[in-house]
């Protein structure tokens, strides 16, 4: 009779815009107690926007954008698409880059122009690239991040010079799915590479008061054991490559569907539309399912 019910539950799923990777995932999704969720793309929809541009130690805000928009060419991260599209804006074509690379949840580094380009948190400018921040840029990164942006240096030629920072938008749905993960008994925890004082915002706006921020990819997937071992049974709601091990992690991972591939197929469910009331309608659904079967 057990296999019925479970398909049963599957079916709807599906009529919910869930995708179930097979019936034993409703058992994990029945028991968790606690949701940790990725906040770039997930809480908010990732569709960033360039908002603060601030040039010193170079020519122009063109120059600027059009290095930076260069180098970013090469990342999938919303962060830079939000910097290639507006450096095009204001730019146009811009430059080749060459020997690009990428740390995740660090920033980028490109040759343009024969000038080494790195674009990134100032954290790892400054530990990676030793390059240092000077005072007027930091208080440019300072009130952009105070303004709930996310900012970045932009650097070559060993300086830094100047500050970008890209907004966000919070998912409508959010909070209100927040609310109903409460309802259902569950620890909502933000969890995200950005800057505290980013993730403080977001948090507030969609009514979480659990916050780690600033981690590092491999660091979420820790912070996951952490929690399992004081005894919590884990969700962890994510939707790119840099939240994949956390997602296979946790006891049950759930993936956006807009989210990269490899954090689909690290994860147990994949909610369809990206709404995270989605992912309360599932473990409402698993609760019932279950409690049919018994
Ligand atoms: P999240 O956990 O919110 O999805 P990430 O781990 O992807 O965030 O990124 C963390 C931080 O790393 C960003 O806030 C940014 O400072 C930096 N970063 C990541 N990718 C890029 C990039 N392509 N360009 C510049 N900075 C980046
Ligand atoms: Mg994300």
Known sequence: ATPTALLVGTGRGAQLGILIKGPQVLESTRRVDTIVLDK??????GSMTLATVMAISCSSEVELL????SAENGSEHPIAAAIVAGARAQVGELPVAESFGSEQGLGVSAVVDGHLVV???AQWLAEAWSIALPV????VLGVAEANGETAVVVAWDGKARGVLGVSDVVKPTSAAA???FRELGLRPILLTGDNEVVARAVAAVVGI????????????AEIIRRL???????AMVGDGVNDAVALATADLGIAMGTGTDVAIEASDLTLVRS???AAADAIRLARSTLGTIK
């Not at 770039?40 to 929809?45: D, L, P, Y």
């Not at 399992?228 to 884990?234: F, P, T």
């Open 40 to 45: 770039t793309g997930t809480v908010t929809t």
């Open 66 to 69: 059009g290095f930076a928009g």
């Open 119 to 121: 674009v990134g948190r």
């Open 136 to 139: 007027e840029l930091s208080a």
């Open 178 to 180: 927040i609310a109903r």
């Open 209 to 220: 008061d659990e916050v780690t921020a600033g981690v590092l990819p491999a660091g979420k």
């Open 228 to 234: 399992q071992a004081e005894g919590a049974v884990v």
């Open 275 to 277: 709404d995270l009331l």
